[in-house]
C-alpha cells in the first residue's frame, strides 16, 4: 500500500488553535487541523500555503515543523507531517469544510479527532501547547 505525504496546520490566534470539520471522505464530520495532500515535488510549507489558500481562503506563513506520524487506516497508509503557521492576511473562509472552530488546548475532545489527527496531537502536544503559541 502507498503512502501518501498530508501536512496539516496548527494555526494559533488568539491563544486559540483552529480545528476543522471535514465534508466528505471516510471521516465525514470527523475534526482534524486543515492541511492536504503533497504534491510531487512540493516541500511541507509550500502544500501547505497552497492547501490553507484553497481551503480557507487564507494566505499563511509555516513557522516550525512540529512532527510527523505514519498512520494505517483500512485502505491507505497516510504520513501526516504538522506545521505551525500563521495567519499573514485574511479571515477563514469555508469552502470544503463543513464548519471550523477556534478552541483552547484544553478544549480539544481527542474522540472528536481523525485519527491520524488524533495520535499526531498526542505526540506533538508538548511542543504545541508550549509557551510559543
Known amino acids: 500500500m502507498k503512502t501518501i505525504e498530508v501536512v496539516a496546520a496548527i494555526i494559533h490566534q488568539d491563544g486559540k488553535i483552529l480545528a476543522t470539520q471535514r465534508g466528505y ?3 465525514k464530520d470527523g ?4 492541511g492536504g495532500k503533497r504534491e510531487p515535488g512540493e516541500d511541507a510549507c509550500a502544500c501547505l ?6 481551503e480557507l481562503n487564507l494566505r499563511i506563513r509555516c513557522t516550525e515543523v512540529l512532527g ?3 498512520y494505517a487506516y483500512p485502505t491507505r497508509t497516510i504520513e501526516l ?3 505551525r503557521a500563521e495567519i499573514m492576511q ?6 470544503e469544510h ?3 472552530r ?3 488546548g484544553e478544549e480539544f475532545q481527542l474522540e472528536e479527532l481523525c485519527p491520524a489527527d488524533r495520535e499526531l496531537l498526542l505526540k506533538c502536544q508538548e511542543k504545541l501547547f508550549s509557551d510559543k503559541n
Open 98 to 100: 463543513t464548519a471550523l
Open 68 to 70: 510527523s506520524v505514519v
Open 81 to 83: 507531517t504538522l506545521v
Open 90 to 95: 485574511g479571515e477563514p473562509e469555508l469552502t
Open 102 to 104: 477556534w478552541l483552547h
Open 31 to 34: 475534526w482534524e487541523f486543515p
Open 49 to 54: 500555503e497552497r492547501e490553507i489558500r484553497e
Open 25 to 27: 471522505g471516510d471521516f
